[in-house]
């Protein structure tokens, strides 16, 4: 009974050491995988194309022209710019839209609530593509074809983002809406005051991925720009490829410039998504 006991008393279980170095072994192995097409992306970024198609990685061909080059063959600068106005604004917009949505469909009584949030659940099942030349239509015919409105406003409001967000709002006690009722607060105060000051790691966790599906997205900016000046960094980045050759030394250069405003936010912001991941609706909550 107690062997039984100890099994089921939560307490973690020690590995032997060669467990944990079979572990460690394991581990370092899946990372060396993970990290391996980033290296060859650094180093490639880092030699001449002729030194890269005859595989000749000697120190003496290292260096940073390609940087340099990749801002010279195209306004690289300007896809950066866009990249970032588009990213932000839609990481900020969309997280406000759908923290306004979910403190709704999760802290509000109205009639129908179940019915409209499946409705609007069942959205997810629609693929993108289906969706691709209605909404380009839409926003060819009021105008905004070629400008950062196209780029920006279709993407403000997000199932996904607002299912999360509802998830963990549910997970908060109702006890901190009525006590604030009690003391005269409104539903908006409510939200502002209570709810979101205690949603820091899930709004981190949501920012990143937000930010991250922005920055990152190709075809619908292909799809809505056609001038240099609005394009963004991914399909800034196509101009390197062409039908017969392609040159990866500044295709790489350019891919590790844009890899770096994701790193940087995912560093800053590591502590709140590794919270929000156990915390929010990923989590298993």
Known sequence: MATIG????????????????????????????????????????LIPNTAFLARDFSPANFSLQNYVRTFEAVPFGR??????????????LQI????LAAFAFAR?????REAIFLFYLATLMIPFPVTLIPNFLIVKNLGWYDTYLALIVPSLFS????????????G???DFDEAARMDGASSLRIWWQIIVPL???????????VFQGVWNDFLWPLVVTTSETMRTIPVGLAAFVGQYSTAWDLLMAGSVIALLPV??????????????????GMGGR
Do not use: C, D, E
């Open 159 to 170: 199932v996904f983002s607002t299912f999360l967000l509802r998830q963990y709002y549910r």
């Open 263 to 280: 790193l940087v936010l995912y560093v800053i912001g590591q502590k709140w998504f590794v919270q929000g991941i156990a915390l929010s």
């Open 79 to 92: 896809y950066y710019i866009n990249s970032i106005v588009v990213a932000v604004s839609v990481t900020v």
């Open 108 to 112: 509000l009584r109205f009639r129908g």
């Open 172 to 174: 908060l006690p109702l």
């Open 6 to 45: 100890a099994s089921f008393s939560g307490s973690p279980t020690r590995l032997s050491t060669p467990a944990r170095i079979g572990l460690h072994v394991l581990l370092f192995l899946f990372s060396t995988i993970m990290l391996a097409p980033f290296a060859v992306m650094l180093v490639v970024s």
């Open 199 to 209: 949603s820091g790691p899930v709004l981190a966790t949501l920012s990143i991925f």
């Open 96 to 99: 406000l839209i759908s923290s």
